[in-house]
């Protein structure tokens, strides 16, 4: 699989110590790709008209934001920037809700559970309910003008389309005769729902409960629901709706940056574990082992290493846990319900009822770099990538995660500039 076009690459170990220097921050690396090819507009077949009268009081926007002090602090900011567009527009402040203050509402951060509080407080006032990501940018104007093209009374799911290229595991196999042909969107874009289809969902939510209790790849799983085995709306992808910016016409775009936070956590201050272990091979699994690893660390490593990072032999970067989650998870007495019990799933209840949030980065990827859209990986500087099923892994690393000629150059020159100061 050839790699995106891209100006530089970094190596996933220096990306991981900023992210940590964030507590789990958002660690991206922006960077030039292909333009996407827009997809032709046949404004009468597609019912899509020009004449539908939008303003910013009729668009509910949800930053899908975290909890952590760092990525609050950024969801503000997008906030603050939408308000400060609508003021300069002289129109009515629209209303900008963080998802990260609805967590009273369970499982709000997997969007669907929110839908009748969306129905319930906005159906009224609004035509639309806008989602974006912290690093998102809006230009008011142009999203303003893109919405005008559709008829806010019907229903509509609409965003930047992406498809797999080959069937997943981490998709269920679905649509193996052509995955091409299921779209679903990238967040980092933004996405819209019209409010009758929010209305629509809705009921659907009161009538029957969500079948699954987990997620995997959430804007997948978010557009299968909705396209509802063909009963529902499939994504109609908007070419306003970007993550390059190479078009004037965007309205929107993705800036993503390593996060100045001071300087990155130095190894010194890292212990790396390797989830793997031949004595216990035979009858220690997966939240078996995690725990021991996880009494190893907080027992018998130095008290000044601050952070514990968990690989799988299958896996460069599995976990990322302070020293501080770690002393109150086993503190707690939570633990595994069996040795071969799904030890993500157990962490996340634990610290789910210690109240200490899990900070999530799409930078851990739970399968291989084939199984993503190259356009959803464009934007991206991976951490780490899972399994090794019918690829090289070494080729994967040196085509996502080592560091580039280019990367070499600048890292000598600063070490040289440092040293001349």
Not at 44 to 60: F, P, R, T, Y
Not at 81 to 92: G, H, N, R
């Amino acid at each position: 699989m050839r790699p995106p076009a891209r100006r530089g690459r970094r190596l996933a170990l220096p990306a991981l110590l900023s992210l940590l220097t964030c507590s789990l921050a958002f660690a991206l690396v922006s960077k030039d790709v292909k333009k996407e090819v827009k997809q032709s507009k046949n404004l009468e077949k597609s019912g899509i008209s020009e004449k539908n009268d939008v303003d910013l009081k009729g668009i509910a926007f949800v930053i899908q934001s975290q909890s952590n002090s760092f990525h609050a602090k950024k969801a503000e900011q997008l906030k603050q920037s939408i308000l400060k567009q609508a003021a300069d527009l002289t129109q009515e402040v629209p209303r900008v809700l963080l998802l990260h203050q609805l967590a009273q509402q369970e499982g709000a951060w997997t969007i669907l559970p929110l839908l009748p509080h969306f129905s319930v407080t906005y159906s009224r006032n609004s035509s639309w309910i806008f989602f974006c990501e912290e690093e998102t940018r809006i230009q008011i104007p142009q999203l303003l003008q893109a919405l005008r093209r559709y008829d806010p009374s019907k229903e509509w799911f609409l965003g930047k389309a992406l498809h797999d290229e080959e069937s997943t595991i981490i998709h269920h196999y679905a649509f193996s005769e052509n995955p091409t042909v299921f779209k679903y969107p990238d967040f980092a874009a933004g996405w819209a729902l019209s409010i009758p289809l929010v209305n629509k969902l809705t009921k659907r939510l009161k009538s029957e409960s969500l079948k699954s209790d987990f997620t995997i790849d959430l804007k997948y799983e978010i557009a299968l629901y909705i396209w509802d085995r063909g009963d529902g709306p499939p994504l109609t992808p908007v070419p306003e709706f970007c993550t390059d910016g190479a078009d004037s016409s965007c309205a929107t775009t993705f800036h993503s940056f390593l996060p100045l936070c001071g300087n990155p956590v130095k190894k010194k201050d890292i212990f790396v574990a390797v989830k793997t272990c031949k004595k216990f091979h035979g009858d220690r699994s997966h939240c078996g082992k995690t725990f021991a690893i996880l009494e190893r660390f907080l027992n018998h490593s130095y008290d000044r290493i601050a952070w514990l990072v968990i690989v799988d032999d299958d896996t460069l970067i599995r976990m990322v846990f302070s020293r501080e989650a770690i002393r109150r998870l086993l503190a707690s007495k939570c633990r595994c319900y069996s040795n071969d019990a799904p030890d993500d799933m157990v962490l996340g209840m634990c610290f789910s009822g210690l109240g200490v949030p899990v900070t999530h980065s799409p930078l851990f990827h739970q399968a291989r770099p084939v199984d993503y859209p190259k356009d959803y990986l464009s934007h991206q500087v991976p951490i780490s990538f899972h399994k090794h099923w019918n690829i090289d892994p070494v080729k994967v690393y040196f085509t996502w995660l080592a560091p580039s000629e280019e990367d070499r150059a600048r890292q000598e020159t600063r070490k040289g500039f440092k040293e001349e100061l």
